[in-house]
């Protein structure tokens, strides 16, 4: 067993250096609050758009939504603190800071308000705390899969145990999280799929889903004012799905598409 363990970390360990040359960040580092997040912004023009990935994810969880939305306006991806190429911060994990480090990271980034928030999942909870919290920042609101509470109970014990099944590369022999991205295209797909077999992006993704219940009863709580909501149920109520299905992605463009117009 101790052989076992020895060869799968060491597997994990090689296999990690390799993907970090193979998957450099496609963005930017960028000072938030008191680190550094990646943030990736394409196309031009205005709203800009600025996608909150689901649960695990990451700028990468885009790969099929970002590409077109750039031919219309800019748009922005980024990873929360701890998730994909962005560190992890001095602070514990707040939920209610996470619209704080986004709104720092756009605003030192130079990219300029009005913004049309899109969030999947988890994401769509931080998407509607950070319109609650700078409503004249925002124009729009895309809530896709709104999380309802007591939704990732089962998956805790999951993404608890995840880090340590990576660090001996268990997930990788039973892909158990990354062939739930198998369908998003090119660099993203590969880009979400080593991530979700990486033990410092699963521990901080664990912790996120730890606060599920907290973090959708902070956003179920905070109001909105003006600002234009719209929600569409895609995917429907696993914690852990992502828009890597062609046919799905392209529903969350369609409802997303009309906001941008004036």
């Not at 689901?54 to 939504?65: D, K, N, T």
């Not at 049309?116 to 729009?140: C, D, K, M, Q």
């Not at 062939?179 to 699963?202: I, K, Q």
Request: hydrophobic share 40%; with cysteine.
């Amino acid at each position: 067993m101790i052989l076992i363990l020895l060869i799968g970390a060491t597997y994990q360990g090689v296999t990690t250096a390799l993907e970090r040359r193979r998957f450099p960040h496609p963005g930017r580092m960028v000072r938030s609050t008191d680190h550094q997040l990646h943030i990736y912004c394409t196309g031009e023009g205005s709203p800009t758009v600025i996608l909150e990935a689901p649960a695990a994810g990451m700028s990468g969880a885009w790969g099929w939504v970002q590409p077109e939305l750039e031919h219309h306006t800019r748009v922005c991806s980024y990873d929360r603190s701890g998730l994909g190429w962005s560190e992890w911060g001095p602070r514990p994990y707040d939920p209610a800071r996470v619209p704080e480090e986004l709104e720092a990271l756009m605003r030192n980034s130079g990219e300029r308000a009005p913004y049309v928030i899109v969030g999947h999942g988890l994401g769509a909870a931080f998407a509607r705390l950070f319109a609650s919290r700078y409503p004249r920042e925002t124009r729009a609101v895309v809530l896709i899969d709104v999380p309802k509470p007591g939704a990732a109970s089962r998956m805790r014990r999951l993404l608890t145990a995840a880090p340590w099944l990576a660090r001996a590369a268990f997930l990788r022999a039973s892909p158990v999280l990354a062939r739930r991205v198998r369908g998003l295209p090119g660099t993203a797909g590969g880009e979400m799929r080593s991530f979700l077999n990486r033990p410092d992006h699963l521990t901080r993704a664990a912790i996120e889903v730890a606060q599920w219940d907290h973090t959708v009863q902070l956003a179920e709580s905070v109001p909105v004012g003006d600002v234009r909501v719209i929600t569409v149920d895609i995917v429907g109520s696993d914690p852990l799905a992502f828009l890597s299905d062609r046919q799905r992605a392209f529903q969350a463009l369609a409802t997303i598409s009309p906001v941008l117009v004036r």
